[in-house]
């Protein structure tokens, strides 16, 4: 009986149309931060300086090196992760070793990309970062 119940439980929290009619969580991240490709987009009309232009493409080039760096070492640490749960007797304490040595870099990297998103918004003006939430807010498409 107890599991009729939970499947049931689990059939009504899954159903497609119960899904449907929740509404998206919010990210308040992405509402408040600005992606460094919308910036770009509309530069001219977000009337950008020479000042910040060059702003952006030091900061624009010292994240994407950083980045690059961060994800061939991720993509080095993966690999030897891959390999050590192939073995027929997996060594749960080093593969838990490696398996933290993955998850600090992905935070690195979540770091790194939360730090470009804030130098991005503070290079902005009141004015354009108005504008920008303008730009963001209409929907897309046509």
């Known amino acids: 009986m107890g599991s009729k119940l939970l499947l049931s439980t689990l059939l009504l929290l899954f159903n497609p149309a119960t899904l449907g009619a929740q509404q998206p969580p919010s990210d308040p991240l992405g509402e408040n931060l ?3 490709e919308l910036v770009m987009q509309h530069q001219q009309a977000l009337g950008l300086s020479e ?5 952006y493409k030091k ?3 010292e994240a994407q090196a ?5 994800q061939w070492r991720l993509q080095d640490e993966m690999e030897k992760m891959v390999a050590l ?3 027929d007797h997996v060594d749960e304490s080093q593969t838990l070793a490696q398996l933290d040595k993955i998850l600090n870099l992905e935070g690195d990297i979540k770091r ?5 998103l804030i130098k ?7 004015e354009q970062q108005t504008k920008l939430r303008e730009i963001q807010s209409k929907p897309r498409g046509r």
Do not use: C, D, H
């Open 34 to 36: 600005f992606p460094p």
């Open 51 to 55: 000042e910040q232009k060059t702003y």
């Open 59 to 61: 900061n624009l080039r």
């Open 66 to 70: 950083r980045f690059t760096e961060l």
């Open 85 to 87: 749960v192939k073995q």
């Open 112 to 116: 790194m990309q939360i730090a470009l």
């Open 120 to 126: 991005i918004k503070n290079g902005l003006t009141p």
